[in-house]
């Protein structure tokens, strides 16, 4: 049954469907992964690798755990030739990417809410239940962020506080939620992206945080 993912755009499934949702999530998190290696002024071949790592490291880390092996990025040419191709751009056109931030944070929530969703279909099609599914989605969505942060030295941002982890996991929920329901793929990708997407914007313009502790830190 074909499937309308954008006007004008027609996939003959939901599978081809997903595939171009995990493409232009990874571009986007490897534009942001190729970003931070700039500002701490990695070479070209550290740019690479941190555009890989954040692109790639949460669907890598969703098909080793759901046993989709060889991972997708291994097994597919298009999954290594995206976030190089983010990468390089990154690396020589920096000064304008940097300018340009505030919708580079935009996209990384575009990313976020694709990677949560097709993390999450991929795990259902895998016979996973839908509350496992839905902790794949969010594992997908926050895996390639963290695995970034750790190699560039500074704490992962989804443990500062940040709302990063909760909208991955609410849009994975819904979409795994209308899955179950036998909704449209249309339906199903589109509700669950775009409440991940909007409660992540919301907590960016608003600066809504995860409670922290208080009071002194040692105990």
Not at 56 to 74: N, Q
Request: with cysteine; glycine share 12%; net charge negative.
């Amino acid at each position: 049954m074909p499937v309308l993912l954008l006007p004008g755009v027609v996939l003959p499934d939901s599978t081809d469907a997903l595939v171009v949702l995990d493409l232009l999530g990874i571009f986007v998190f490897a534009t942001s992964g190729a970003l931070v290696a700039v500002r701490r002024h990695f070479d070209v071949f550290g740019v690479l690798v941190l555009a890989g790592t954040t692109g790639l490291g949460g669907g890598f880390l969703r098909d080793v755990l759901i046993d989709a092996t060889p991972p997708a990025a291994l097994a597919d040419w298009r999954y290594l030739l995206v976030p190089v191709t983010a990468g390089l751009l990154t690396f020589v056109f920096h000064p304008v990417v940097g300018r340009l931030e505030p919708i580079v944070t935009v996209f990384d929530a575009f990313g976020l809410s694709l990677f949560c969703v097709t993390g999450a279909l991929k795990a259902v099609e895998y016979g996973l239940g839908p509350i496992p599914a839905a902790l794949m989605g969010m594992v997908t969505g926050i895996g390639g962020g963290m695995v970034r942060d750790v190699l560039s030295g500074r704490p992962p941002d989804v443990f500062s506080g940040n709302l990063y982890a909760t909208p991955a996991l609410a849009g994975a929920a819904i979409a795994v939620g209308l899955d179950h329901l036998d909704q449209p793929f249309a339906l199903v990708a589109g509700a669950g992206a775009g409440f991940c997407l909007v409660l992540r914007l919301v907590a960016v313009v608003l600066d809504l945080r995860a409670p922290l502790p208080r009071g002194p830190s040692s105990v």
